[in-house]
Antibody, heavy 122, light 110 residues
């Protein structure tokens, strides 16, 4: 059974750096075609794709946020991390990690974590 | 990249059919057949309902169907049921290994 679980601080201050971790089970990021993405959702608002990392350690970022984002993986620990610098209150959102690369291709997110709410406030 | 355009809300009675549109541009929806749809119930994670524009993952009801014409993708739900009440998001490949989501549509089952 595939599961993903996000973890990280629930509260960060403006200008701080956020680091989130996605622990996953039931698949390996060393499998050809496998990918993990981060997607966020501000309260009451739409989903926004942030970043993707694939089994070959290639990394892709949202055009509007790429200067602030770093995605990385630890295949042996079944973990994917996301760091976002210079946090601002508008970054308050639920952050999801999601798997892709199994159904159809790398841009279809077939399994999601339950999400981690991050609030940016002083 | 800008978010894809969806109606803020749609509604229908049980048993009816509804269609949710998702309008992009020639840089995303219009250029690639890489459109997906997600269902999200309140407080829950999104669920993949349609991929490659019209394919259903295993376990998704055949009441859900997808299509695309030009820069607009559509999700149709037939035989509407109370459990279909949720938010729906489209998503498209937008080039340069990026994806873009739509603004979301709230479906109300009357």
């Amino acid at each position: 059974q595939v599961t993903l679980r996000e973890s990280g601080p629930a509260l960060v201050k403006p200008t701080q750096t956020l680091t989130l971790t996605c622990n996953f089970f039931g698949f390996s990021l060393s499998t050809s075609g496998m990918c993990v993405s981060w997607v966020r959702q501000p309260p009451g608002k739409a989903l926004e794709w942030l970043a993707l990392i694939d089994w070959e350690d290639d990394k892709y970022y949202s055009t509007s946020l790429k200067t602030r984002l770093t995605i990385s993986k630890d295949t042996s620990r079944n973990q994917v991390a996301l760091t976002m610098t210079n946090m601002d209150p508008v970054d308050t959102a639920t952050y999801y990690c999601a798997r892709s690369g199994v159904i159809g291709g790398r841009y279809y997110f077939d399994s999601w974590g339950q999400g981690a709410l991050v609030t940016v406030s002083s | 990249q800008s978010a894809l355009t969806q109606p803020a809300s749609v509604s229908g009675s049980p048993g009816q059919s509804i269609t949710i549109s998702c309008t992009g541009t020639s840089s995303d929806v219009g250029s690639y057949n890489v459109v997906s749809w997600y269902q999200q119930h309140p407080g829950k994670a999104p669920k993949l309902m349609i991929y490659e524009g019209s394919k259903r993952p295993s376990g998704v009801s055949n009441r859900f169907s997808g299509s695309k014409s030009g820069n607009t993708a559509s999700l149709t739900i037939s035989g509407l049921q109370a459990e279909d009440e949720a938010d729906y998001y489209c998503c498209s490949y937008a080039g340069s290994s990026t994806v873009v989501f739509g603004g979301g549509t709230k479906l109300t089952v009357l």
